[in-house]
């Protein structure tokens, strides 16, 4: 098949590697990556890969694909680009739709100490994260995860069923219509990263490890990092030793 993947990060290095595997004419849409970012382009070049950094709205595609893969990448796809495969475009979200649509959708689910997320692939259409559901699946947030392990748990786990949903997609299956309550999110750190001192001690733990995914920055309080609750309270006492010493954030 004729297969245009827009990719990034490690899952989309994965993707193409399944897809490369899999025997598919594969062009790809990426991103400029940082050095701790696993990076497509690189992998594109080392597999002799035609890839692009342009975004795809505003491209002129390079063949009239069979399926479009989104897998983390960052631009939003409009309506030319979903109707040049006739529909079968499909993308990778980290939550459990219609939950967590938009950005940071793990960090979020921490914060709000919710005892599980996952990971939704779904038709694209003219929402952001709106179409049917091709594959949904439930992943545990544990008490000691970070924003880093369990990026890390849902990416390994969603990949494992890459192929699945590019089956799904590539025959045009008919998917599950989006039900429940719906919450978006917009690109940019939750609260700056910056601990609102009146939230409770479980969320201040929870905000904590939602933000802990090197090197990205830590959760910061008045402009100092923390990385643990009791970083936070010794941060607290140098700003406040009365209300340290009154126990106020005990």
Known sequence: MKVILCGYHWSGCEALRQLLAGNHDVFVYTHESPYFVPSLADYCRRTGTMYSFENISRAVLPFSPDVIASIYYRNLIRQSVIEACDRR?????????PAYRGCSSLTWAMIDR?????????????????????????????????????????????????????NLAAVKSRGQPQSGPASYFPRGCPYHGDIDPSWSRERIEAFIRAMIHPPYPCATINGREVRSLEEFDAVSRAISPQVGDSGGFH
């Open 114 to 166: 919710q005892a599980q997320t996952g990971f939704t692939y779904h038709y694209i259409d003219e929402g952001c994260d709106t179409g049917d559901i091709l594959i949904q699946e439930k992943v545990a947030i544990l008490d000691f995860d970070t924003q880093a392990t369990l990026y890390q748990r849902v990416a390994i786990r969603a990949l494992e069923r890459f192929g699945e949903a590019f």
């Open 89 to 97: 475009i499909f993308n990778l979200h980290p939550s459990l739709l």
